[in-house]
């Protein structure tokens, strides 16, 4: 099993980056999928999640009307669209198999390794 996560990098607030992640070694399109943010000094927070067939989705509040998650099941890919980035977005984004947002933990389900988000200017 497999996860790897693209796309991150410095952008200035207000930038963009679209942030990929491409499974193998499960059936991808079976499960529910989420993009997890681990920012300095905190905790693991669900930033967004999709049901596996691409229908309804999870937004935190903070990331609302500025990111987008979508999922390409016949390429086993994962993404997140991020506009309007602020600084408080900064973090290690991970993709990973959706779990329970108030008990997320690295020890249940697949992960990939992260990328890193900086929002500086």
């Known amino acids: 099993v497999q996860l790897v996560e693209s796309g991150g990098g410095l952008v200035q607030p207000g930038g963009s980056l679209r942030l990929s992640c491409v499974a193998s070694g499960f059936s991808f399109s079976v499960y529910d999928m989420m993009w997890v943010r681990r920012a300095p000094g905190k905790g693991l927070e669900v930033v967004s999640s999709i049901m596996s067939g691409g229908g309804r989705t999870y937004y935190l509040d903070s990331v609302k009307g500025r990111f987008t998650i979508s999922r390409d099941n016949a390429k086993n890919m994962l993404y997140l669209q991020m506009n309007s980035l602020e600084t408080e977005d900064s973090g290690v984004y991970f993709c990973?198999?959706?779990?329970?947002?108030?008990?997320?933990?690295?020890?249940?389900?697949?992960w990939g390794q992260g990328t890193q988000v900086t929002v500086s200017s």
């Open positions: 990973a198999t959706e779990q329970s947002r108030l008990t997320v933990t690295m020890n249940r389900g697949y």
